[in-house]
């Protein structure tokens, strides 16, 4: 991949127009992909090209075609992902519990070590993506969890569920990290919040459908011999597994060697990408590296704005996996029958999905973050007081509601929010696949904040996710006085000159660290 050269130009000059063949789509040759990706990041840096190169695009117009290509398929993936992990909370209410001859603490263990496994391959299954391509690496997980889905439906005791749930944790890992890095290597900074809060509205979607299909499965009850909790994790597991087979089919890698873009329009989204962050001013033009060198992931993991960002993340995700994982137990505990308490979480998980997306379009329309998570964050400590300040049904319910519908805006806009702020390729898929790693490990604490002896309040649940708020919205209040602070500092020094003593070559190698680098609020 070619290095980013020092571009001099006045503002009449442009690249000559035959570099580009506006009406051919990707190559279908004997050229290989990387020797693609090599040509067309070659045209998108080459020496003169600018913004003004592709004015005569309809980046509306290339945008859409993207989403339509990208966003419809990834959604449904990390439905089917969230459908998955999830669905032992709908499991339990439907007899998997007593079936299996299982303690309330047995089946929180089978809930924890998901995420022991989940957070352990989180940064290699990332590492591995750009390698191996999205178009076989995801797919081929997705069968994996799957299969392990499937094989789910028949245990017979606590021991074969806790395995399975050990290796669902191992093949899932790969998909949300590898999703969120995805979209990065398709849209700029200030465009990812909306398509992340796309596909991850389908967790809400995946919520409100789970619900509705367990009511459904549960009916199934003996058919073939089998209870009807186990029918929930057979046929979600067989429905996973042909979906991945399509997606093998379906699924783009990188945006060089996108079929359904012309050349120009691929060498125009690249030179997005690679110029997005830096404000270097009109002589010379910073783009990020990404290459894969070592010390890219080095970096990450010694990165403070990371391991802040995940506290965090701590406070979303806590609240998000007690919901998810318990909001059929919680709903029961008002004094509804299971059946009652699956449809009454319909409700909760279509609203979130639709604010989810709402305040994307809102964050990314006026290019700020931190004010939406914490707006969302303060919703839902109010959500969980109500929970635990009255033993009332109806305080509660709407207590579960409000902290369900602030906590699905909050998480892609967090995830977003780093990924915003960290320059060059390798160092943002380690940052990203870190951040979510570590974050998961609060799923693996809220899997036993909801203790089956609190029932029916969960007291000390609903207190413990209003704890991890608390300290989410006081990583978030540190990140934005830093933010701030480094980039007033590196605004000065620009005034004063002190980037001219690095050459374009060496701003790219800091990435986010660079004094041209503006971290992004």
Not at 84 to 111: F, H, P, T
Not at 157 to 167: E, K, T, V
Not at 497 to 516: F, K, Q
């Given at each position: 991949?070619?290095?980013?050269?020092?571009?001099?130009?006045?503002?009449?000059?442009?690249?000559?127009?035959?570099?580009?063949?506006?009406?051919?789509?990707?190559?279908?040759?004997?050229?290989?992909k990387?020797?693609?990706?090599?040509?067309?990041?070659?045209?998108?840096?080459a020496?003169?090209?600018?913004?003004?190169?592709?004015?005569h695009?309809?980046?509306?117009?290339?945008?859409?075609?993207?989403?339509?290509?990208?966003?419809?398929?990834?959604?449904?993936?990390?439905?089917?992902?969230f459908?998955?992990?999830g669905?032992?909370?709908?499991?339990?209410?439907?007899?998997?519990?007593?079936?299996l001859?299982?303690?309330?603490?047995?089946?929180?263990?089978?809930?924890?070590?998901?995420?022991?496994?989940?957070?352990?391959?989180?940064?290699?299954?990332?590492?591995?993506?750009?390698?191996?391509?999205?178009?076989?690496?995801?797919?081929?997980?997705?069968?994996?969890?799957?299969?392990?889905?499937?094989?789910?439906?028949?245990?017979?005791?606590?021991?074969?569920?806790?395995?399975?749930?050990?290796?669902?944790?191992?093949?899932?890992?790969g998909?949300?990290?590898?999703?969120?890095?995805?979209?990065?290597?398709?849209?700029?900074?200030?465009?990812?919040?909306?398509?992340?809060?796309?596909?991850?509205?389908?967790?809400?979607?995946?919520g409100?459908?789970?619900?509705?299909?367990?009511?459904?499965?549960?009916h199934?009850?003996?058919?073939?011999?089998?209870?009807g909790?186990?029918?929930?994790?057979?046929?979600?597991?067989?429905?996973?597994?042909?979906?991945?087979?399509?997606?093998?089919?379906?699924?783009?890698?990188?945006?060089?060697?996108?079929t359904?873009?012309?050349?120009?329009?691929?060498?125009?989204?690249?030179?997005?990408?690679k110029?997005?962050?830096?404000?270097?001013?009109?002589?010379?033009?910073?783009?990020?590296?990404?290459?894969?060198?070592?010390?890219?992931?080095?970096?990450?993991?010694?990165?403070?704005?990371?391991?802040?960002?995940i506290?965090?993340?701590?406070?979303?995700?806590?609240?998000?996996?007690?919901?998810?994982?318990f909001?059929p137990?919680?709903?029961?505990?008002?004094?509804?029958?299971?059946?009652?308490?699956?449809?009454?979480?319909?409700?909760?998980?279509?609203?979130?999905?639709?604010?989810?997306?709402a305040?994307?379009?809102?964050?990314?329309?006026?290019?700020?973050?931190?004010?939406?998570?914490?707006v969302?964050?303060?919703?839902?400590?109010i959500?969980?007081?109500?929970?635990?300040?009255?033993?009332?049904?109806?305080?509660?319910?709407?207590?579960?509601?409000?902290?369900?519908?602030?906590?699905?805006?909050?998480?892609?806009?967090?995830?977003?929010?780093?990924?915003?702020?960290?320059a060059?390729?390798?160092?943002?898929?380690?940052?990203?696949a870190?951040?979510?790693?570590?974050?998961?490990?609060?799923?693996?604490?809220?899997?036993?904040?909801?203790?089956?002896?609190?029932?029916?309040?969960y007291?000390?649940?609903?207190?413990?996710?209003?704890?991890?708020?608390?300290?989410g919205?006081?990583?978030?209040?540190?990140?934005v006085?830093?933010y701030?602070?480094?980039?007033?500092?590196?605004?000065?020094?620009?005034a004063?000159?002190?980037?001219?003593?690095?050459?374009?070559?060496?701003?790219?190698?800091?990435?986010?660290?660079?004094?041209?680098?503006?971290?992004?609020?």
């Amino acid at each position: 991949m070619e290095k980013p050269e020092v571009i001099k130009y006045d503002s009449q000059d442009t690249p000559r127009s035959s570099s580009f063949d506006r009406s051919k789509p990707a190559h279908h040759g004997p050229r290989s992909k990387s020797a693609e990706i090599a040509r067309i990041d070659a045209l998108a840096t080459a020496p003169g090209v600018t913004m003004a190169s592709f004015a005569h695009l309809d980046e509306k117009k290339i945008l859409r075609k993207m989403d339509l290509r990208l966003i419809p398929m990834l959604a449904l993936l990390y439905l089917l992902s969230f459908l998955d992990r999830g669905n032992i909370g709908n499991a339990k209410i439907e007899g998997l519990v007593e079936d299996l001859k299982m303690s309330g603490s047995q089946y929180n263990w089978c809930l924890t070590v998901f995420f022991f496994t989940y957070a352990a391959f989180e940064v290699p299954s990332n590492l591995l993506l750009k390698k191996l391509r999205p178009s076989i690496w995801l797919p081929t997980i997705m069968v994996a969890w799957g299969i392990v889905m499937t094989l789910m439906g028949i245990v017979q005791n606590y021991h074969g569920l806790l395995i399975a749930r050990i290796f669902l944790g191992v093949a899932e890992a790969g998909l949300f990290p590898g999703v969120a890095y995805y979209i990065t290597m398709w849209y700029c900074r200030h465009e990812a919040q909306f398509r992340q809060a796309l596909f991850f509205s389908a967790a809400s979607v995946a919520g409100a459908f789970s619900g509705l299909l367990a009511y459904g499965i549960a009916h199934m009850d003996g058919v073939g011999g089998l209870e009807g909790w186990r029918w929930i994790f057979i046929l979600e597991g067989i429905l996973t597994v042909v979906v991945a087979f399509i997606a093998f089919f379906t699924l783009h890698d990188f945006p060089e060697t996108a079929t359904f873009l012309t050349e120009e329009e691929r060498a125009f989204i690249v030179y997005r990408l690679k110029y997005q962050g830096h404000q270097a001013g009109d002589e010379v033009k910073v783009a990020q590296d990404d290459t894969f060198q070592w010390k890219y992931v080095k970096a990450a993991f010694l990165d403070w704005q990371i391991w802040t960002n995940i506290w965090v993340y701590w406070g979303i995700v806590a609240p998000l996996y007690g919901i998810s994982l318990f909001l059929p137990s919680i709903i029961r505990g008002l004094g509804y029958t299971s059946s009652t308490a699956q449809l009454l979480t319909v409700p909760i998980y279509i609203t979130a999905s639709v604010l989810a997306v709402a305040v994307a379009w809102v964050s990314d329309r006026y290019g700020k973050r931190f004010p939406f998570i914490l707006v969302c964050l303060i919703l839902m400590a109010i959500g969980f007081i109500m929970c635990i300040s009255s033993s009332r049904p109806g305080i509660i319910y709407a207590g579960v509601f409000i902290a369900a519908c602030a906590l699905y805006p909050a998480f892609p806009g967090n995830i977003t929010w780093l990924s915003n702020n960290l320059a060059g390729s390798t160092k943002r898929a380690t940052g990203q696949a870190i951040q979510i790693a570590m974050g998961n490990l609060a799923g693996a604490m809220a899997s036993n904040f909801y203790r089956s002896k609190d029932a029916p309040h969960y007291v000390l649940g609903h207190a413990l996710e209003l704890a991890f708020i608390c300290a989410g919205i006081l990583a978030l209040l540190i990140l934005v006085f830093n933010y701030r602070r480094i980039n007033a500092k590196r605004a000065r020094q620009m005034a004063d000159g002190a980037h001219n003593g690095y050459t374009p070559e060496e701003m790219s190698v800091l990435g986010d660290r660079a004094l041209t680098f503006r971290y992004f609020l």
